[in-house]
């Protein structure tokens, strides 16, 4: 069992002296038994009733387990200070304890967060039955892996992890801890919107499909595969040629931006320049069903994802300016102009400082 890294800290900035933690040491403020996985990103902090305090954290572990922390009103004041929190949803191991979980898993479904998610507040009556819910995005990945050496080096060689680009809905938004604990979201309570039917049914057929399957979901995921099977240098014919997030998801103006990486390998043969640093990918998808929003490559259909360029990209970084909106994608060959989307006109907003 790991003693380090799977823990939450809250710092005095001035003196560096811890305030509180969690994890599953018997000793932190919180003791969450399950916080068994490291977590190697920030944080996610949000103010869910706009006193201007944070009072909810979001983190993803090495687990593929994804943390929900509300804090009480007196952080560190008592062992007991009203902070609870729980594993929120987990997409890899299945269970609280490595001997039950990652140990029996296969090695496709050994999903990793290694980023932060983002979190929209949301009033959405067209996919959801409860339309006030946060939505919390994310995407996993290997950063330790991003060749897939833990899967290719096997013999016989092995299809890369299935990484997914995951929205959950957190109905129990309002400020503190729900009543009771809710069990841990999986794949099984989300939408596979891996086929885009959102983005291609339409009439009765759509709406169908939306308050049958969308509507009694708790969010939605897309798998990063390939649309049809690949044959890698290796030998391995597979949809899954290594696709995974490696940067935080980002939420605005309605569209769900993020990144992905595919490692060099035949799949990357339709962009030659990247064949030895692997293909980097934007994606800019409705944050609401997962289904495509704009034209990215000018064909005149509408496309979930486009080329960044080559090697690893950065996340989305939104621009706000006089003149407009523009989204930038860091690649090795330089930064990468993306659609940031249209929307209503922006104006500027004067603020204070007490």
């Known amino acids: 069992t790991d003693t380090m890294g799977n823990a939450i800290y809250i710092v005095d900035p001035f003196t560096g002296s811890r305030i509180w933690w969690a994890s599953s040491d018997t000793g932190a403020n919180l003791v969450l038994s399950g916080m068994q996985y490291s977590i190697p990103s920030e944080i996610t902090a949000i103010d869910t009733n706009g006193d201007k305090s944070v009072d909810?954290?979001?983190?993803?572990d090495t687990g593929g387990e994804l943390w929900r922390i509300d804090l009480g009103d007196q952080i560190g004041a008592a062992s007991n200070d009203g902070s609870s929190g729980y594993m929120f949803a987990d997409v890899s191991c299945t269970g609280s304890t490595r001997a039950a979980s990652c140990s029996a898993t296969t090695n496709q479904n050994r999903r990793k967060f290694f980023y932060p998610p983002d979190v929209a507040q949301v009033k959405d009556s067209n996919y959801s039955t409860s339309e006030n819910y946060d939505l919390v995005t994310i995407g996993s990945g290997d950063r330790e892996d991003p060749l897939d050496l833990?899967?290719?080096?096997?013999?016989?060689?092995?299809?890369?992890?299935?990484?997914?680009?995951?929205?959950?809905?957190?109905?129990?938004?309002?400020?503190?801890?729900?009543?009771?604990?809710?069990?841990?979201?999986?794949?099984?309570?989300?939408?596979?919107?891996?086929?885009?039917?959102?983005?291609?049914?339409?009439?009765?057929?759509?709406?169908?499909?939306?308050?049958?399957?969308?509507k009694t979901s708790k969010g939605w995921y897309?798998?990063?595969?390939?649309?049809?099977?690949?044959?890698?240098?290796n030998g391995l014919t597979t949809k899954w040629v290594g696709e995974k997030v490696l940067a935080k998801t980002l939420i605005y103006n309605g569209v769900l931006f993020a990144t992905t990486f595919i490692p060099a390998n035949d799949s990357t043969a339709?962009?030659?320049?990247?064949?030895?640093?692997?293909?980097?990918?934007?994606?800019?998808?409705?944050?609401?069903?997962?289904?495509?929003?704009?034209?990215?490559?000018?064909?005149?259909?509408?496309?979930?994802?486009?080329i960044a360029g080559g090697g690893i990209p950065s996340e989305v970084i939104i621009v706000i300016r006089d003149g407009g909106v523009t989204g930038l994608v860091g690649t090795s060959g330089g930064a990468k102009q993306v659609t940031p989307g249209g929307g209503s006109n922006r104006y500027k907003t004067f603020w204070w400082d007490e």
């Open 56 to 60: 909810r954290l979001y983190v993803g």
């Open 222 to 233: 897309i798998d990063l595969k390939e649309a049809n099977n690949v044959t890698l240098t």
């Open 270 to 306: 339709q962009n030659t320049c990247q064949a030895n640093e692997g293909e980097g990918r934007f994606y800019e998808l409705n944050y609401l069903t997962g289904s495509p929003v704009y034209d990215l490559n000018g064909d005149g259909t509408l496309d979930r994802f486009a």
């Open 150 to 214: 833990l899967t290719s080096n096997l013999s016989p060689v092995q299809e890369a992890v299935h990484n997914r680009l995951y929205a959950f809905r957190d109905y129990n938004y309002k400020i503190g801890a729900p009543a009771s604990t809710p069990s841990a979201l999986t794949d099984a309570d989300l939408y596979d919107a891996t086929a885009n039917n959102l983005g291609t049914l339409t009439g009765t057929t759509l709406q169908t499909e939306i308050d049958t399957n969308v």
